[in-house]
Each structure stands twice: as C-alpha cells, then as structure tokens.
C-alpha cells in the first residue's frame, strides 16, 4: 500500500509548523541538521526543538534560530537588524540545493518549491522569478524550513501529499515593504496557482505565511477534504503565537486506501 500524508491547517501553516509536524512524526531531529549542513549555511543558524502546550495541547515547536552577524560584516553600525540573514535570489538557492547532496526527491521538491515562491513574489512586484531579490522567503530561516520539510516529508517516504483548505487570517503585518494586509499578496497569488479553498476562521492574525503556502501548493496533489487512509501516526506541529484555538499543524500519515497519482 501506498504511504500518504494530508496537512491539515485549521490555524494555517508556515514552515517552521511544518517542521514540528515532521519531528513529532518522528523524523530524527539530528538527520534534519546533518543533511542541511551540505547548504553551507550551518554557521547562519541553530535548529532545536521542544514539546510546547498550545491551548493545553501538547505539540513540537522547532526554532530555527538565527545567529547573529558576524563582527567582519559589511552592516553599518547603526543597521537596525542586528541579526538580518542574507537576502538571496534564487539562482543563488538553487544552486545551494542542487549541490548539497541530498536525497534527490528533497533536492526536486525544494527546488519546486522555491520556483513557486519565486513565481508568486515576482507576479507580486512585476519582476522575473530569477531577479525577485527574496527578504523574508529568501532569508536563512525560510531555506532551512523548506529544505528540511521536503527532507522530512523524503524520510517519512511519503508517496503522496494532500492538504486541507486554509484560512485566510486577517488584519496586517509588517514585511520586507512596509506593512500589508493578511493574506500577504504573495499568498494570494500561490493560492490562486493551485485555486485553493480558503475560508475565514475569525482569527485576525497572520496565518498563512509565503513559506508555508508555497510548500503546501507545490506538493500538494489536491486540497480539501482527506483522503481515504488507514491512519497510522499524527504529528502536530506547534505555531509561534497562541490563538484562540489550538494554533497546530497536524499532519496524518497512513497508507492510501485508494489508487492516486503520487507526489513523483
């Protein structure tokens, strides 16, 4: 039988929920620290994880902790982000990936999903994929959350993704532009892509992020409700801020009980 996994997002998805989801799941936390040291990125972060309580649910939060800069940068002293990661394009990314020597269905799936990114951000400010110079989605944390969920997924051998609808969240947020409105145009636009059903849930918070719309649209094969399985382990995965409910990613795992395409 063939091994599937559904996300479901009930108070959204971003990257780092992704990756708690993966861990919980029981993705060795150290495999995931292994393999990403082949991005050569090692010394721009620390990933640790922790059992959390959200709404008196127990779940794993996974920080992706970013180092400070170091003394030898070219900031001036008076740079307000003390901690900024570097701002990448994605031909500098995909090369990254592309020689880091990971498990080649992590290196296809990452790929994708940053091309997906690339895609939504350049719609966004008019510009070509290969030029959109990434803030948030570029920076160090987004790397290490979208290579190690696509790690994680590849351990898993999940053969075949599905994800629930998502909520649209609400008010504004502060990013790389100035201050925009929930949902991010980004996420808009990676909606759109795949024609996802949203709905609101009556939580005015950023729920959604780019990192975590661009990773479930671009593996995903389908959206809304589960598949047939035979469900076999959840894993929950612990969002940053406490919502009126439980603010956790739940990822189902168990073997299809239906013929599907797979995620290859």
């Known amino acids: 039988m063939k091994k599937i996994a559904y996300l479901e997002c009930p108070t959204g998805i971003a990257g780092d929920m992704c990756l708690g989801a993966l861990v919980d799941s029981g993705v060795p936390l150290e495999y995931l620290i292994e393999q990403l040291q082949g991005l050569g990125i090692a010394d721009e972060y620390r990933l640790w994880a922790e059992k959390v309580h959200r709404q008196g649910q127990l779940a794993t939060k996974v920080h992706v902790e970013l180092v400070t800069s170091t003394p030898h940068t070219h900031e001036s002293p008076h740079h307000h982000h003390s901690h900024h990661p570097p701002a990448r394009h994605l031909p500098e990314i995909e090369l990254m990936i592309e020689q880091a020597k990971l498990p080649p269905r992590a290196t296809q799936w990452s790929l994708e999903v940053f091309r997906q990114l690339a895609i939504a951000e350049g719609a966004v400010h008019g510009v070509a994929p290969s030029k959109v110079h990434f803030h948030e989605v570029g920076a160090t944390d987004a790397i290490v959350d979208i290579v190690g969920t696509c790690l994680g997924l590849d351990w898993l051998d999940i053969e075949g993704l599905y994800c629930s609808g998502m909520p649209t969240g609400g008010g504004t947020v502060w990013a790389a532009h100035g201050r925009l409105p929930v949902p991010v145009p980004a996420v808009m636009k990676l ?7 949203i709905y609101s849930n009556g939580i005015d ?7 975590g719309a661009a990773i479930a649209i671009s593996l995903a094969l389908s959206f809304g409700e589960s598949p047939q399985m035979k469900l076999e382990k959840v894993g929950l995965g612990a969002g940053s801020q406490e919502l009126s409910i439980p603010n956790i990613l739940r990822l189902w795992i168990g073997e299809s009980m239906e013929e599907k395409k797979t995620l290859m």
């Open 191 to 197: 909606w759109e892509s795949r024609q996802v059903p």
């Open 205 to 211: 918070k950023e729920l959604v992020t780019p990192t």
